[in-house]
C-alpha cells in the first residue's frame, strides 16, 4: 500500500518546509526569500535597500509602515537591521501560524512517508513553476499527422504562448489545466472531447486575430479561483 502526498507548492516555502523539518529546520536563506515573495514589488525594494545600508528618508517611511503593519513600531538601528529584519519575517510566516504548522506536522508523523529535505523541496517549488518554455513543451497535438490549417493554429497558439507575460501565461495553464503550476506532463491540443485537451477551431485567419480572442477568454473573470 502506498499514499501519494500532494505538496502545496502555492504555499511560502518557508511554511511548507517548517511542516515538514520543524521550525527549526528553516535556515534565514529561506525564510527571507520566503519573506520577499510575501511583499509587494515596492516593498521588497524597501527591504533589499535597508539590508544593503543605502535607504533614503522615502525607503525610510516605508520601511516603517512595513515595521508597524507587521507589529513593531520602531525602526531598528542599521547596525541591527538584518537581526530586527529576520525577527519580523520569523514571527510572520513561522510563529503566527505555528498551530497550523504543529498540524500538519502531527500527521506527518503518523504519514510514515519519506520527507523530503532542503534541496528537494526547492527542485519541486522550482519544477511546479511555470514558464514559457516548460508550458510550450507540454502543448502536443493529439494525432501525429496534422492538416494544413491545423498545424497553422497550433502555430499560433505556440506564439501566443512563447510570447505572454508570466501572469498571463499562469491563467492560460489555468485555463487549460485547472492549476496555475505545472501539474501535468502533456496538455493535448485536439478536435475532440479528452480530459485535459484545448480545442480549437480552424477558423482563425491570421495570428493576431487568434491573439485577441485569447486575450479577451483570459482577460474575463469567469475562471477565477482565488484562495480565501
Same mark, same amino acid.
Not at 124 to 136: D, F, G, Q
Not at 160 to 179: A, K
Given at each position: /500500500?502506498?499514499?501519494?502526498?500532494? =505538496?502545496? !507548492?502555492?504555499?511560502?516555502?518557508?511554511?511548507?518546509?517548517?511542516?515538514?523539518?520543524?521550525?527549526?529546520?528553516?535556515?534565514? #536563506?529561506?525564510?527571507?526569500?520566503? &519573506?520577499?515573495?510575501?511583499?509587494? #514589488?515596492?516593498e521588497q525594494e524597501c527591504v533589499e535597500k535597508a539590508l544593503q545600508g543605502n535607504m533614503d528618508e522615502i525607503?525610510?517611511?516605508?520601511?516603517?509602515?512595513? &515595521?508597524?503593519?507587521?507589529?513593531?513600531?520602531?525602526?531598528?538601528?542599521?547596525?541591527?537591521?538584518? #537581526?530586527?529584519? $529576520?525577527?519580523?519575517? @520569523? +514571527?510572520?510566516?513561522?510563529?503566527?501560524? *505555528?498551530?497550523?504548522?504543529?498540524?500538519?506536522?502531527? %500527521?506527518?508523523? %503518523? /504519514?510514515?512517508?519519506?520527507?523530503? +529535505?532542503?534541496?528537494?523541496? $526547492?527542485?519541486?517549488?522550482?519544477?511546479k513553476k511555470a514558464t514559457i518554455r516548460k508550458v510550450a513543451q507540454i502543448l502536443k497535438p493529439s494525432k501525429? &499527422?496534422?492538416?494544413? @490549417?491545423?498545424? !497553422?493554429?497550433?502555430? @499560433?497558439?505556440?506564439? =501566443?504562448?512563447?510570447?505572454?507575460?508570466?501572469?498571463?501565461?499562469?491563467?492560460?495553464?489555468? &485555463?487549460?489545466?485547472? #492549476? +496555475?503550476? /505545472?501539474?501535468?506532463? *502533456?496538455?493535448? !491540443?485536439?478536435?475532440?472531447?479528452?480530459s485535459a485537451v484545448l480545442e480549437l477551431p480552424c477558423t482563425y485567419n491570421s495570428y493576431p486575430e487568434f491573439?485577441?480572442?485569447?486575450?479577451?477568454?483570459?482577460?474575463?473573470?469567469?475562471?477565477?479561483?482565488? /484562495? $480565501?
Amino acid at each position: /500500500m502506498w499514499t501519494m502526498v500532494l =505538496y502545496p !507548492v502555492r504555499l511560502s516555502q518557508a511554511f511548507v518546509f517548517a511542516c515538514i523539518q520543524g521550525i527549526d529546520a528553516v535556515d534565514e #536563506s529561506i525564510l527571507m526569500s520566503s &519573506f520577499l515573495k510575501y511583499l509587494s #514589488s515596492a516593498e521588497q525594494e524597501c527591504v533589499e535597500k535597508a539590508l544593503q545600508g543605502n535607504m533614503d528618508e522615502i525607503n525610510k517611511e516605508d520601511l516603517i509602515d512595513l &515595521f508597524t503593519r507587521m507589529g513593531s513600531h520602531i525602526l531598528p538601528p542599521q547596525d541591527n537591521m538584518q #537581526s530586527a529584519i $529576520l525577527t519580523m519575517v @520569523h +514571527n510572520v510566516l513561522l510563529q503566527e501560524p *505555528k498551530f497550523i504548522i504543529d498540524c500538519f506536522i502531527s %500527521v506527518r508523523a %503518523v /504519514m510514515h512517508c519519506n520527507l523530503i +529535505n532542503k534541496v528537494s523541496t $526547492l527542485k519541486l517549488y522550482e519544477s511546479k513553476k511555470a514558464t514559457i518554455r516548460k508550458v510550450a513543451q507540454i502543448l502536443k497535438p493529439s494525432k501525429e &499527422f496534422l492538416r494544413e @490549417h491545423e498545424q !497553422v493554429v497550433l502555430n @499560433h497558439l505556440l506564439c =501566443y504562448v512563447r510570447s505572454v507575460d508570466q501572469r498571463r501565461l499562469e491563467t492560460f495553464l489555468r &485555463f487549460c489545466t485547472g #492549476s +496555475n503550476v /505545472m501539474c501535468k506532463d *502533456k496538455i493535448e !491540443v485536439a478536435f475532440n472531447n479528452l480530459s485535459a485537451v484545448l480545442e480549437l477551431p480552424c477558423t482563425y485567419n491570421s495570428y493576431p486575430e487568434f491573439r485577441t480572442e485569447f486575450d479577451n477568454i483570459l482577460s474575463g473573470n469567469c475562471f477565477a479561483m482565488d /484562495m $480565501l
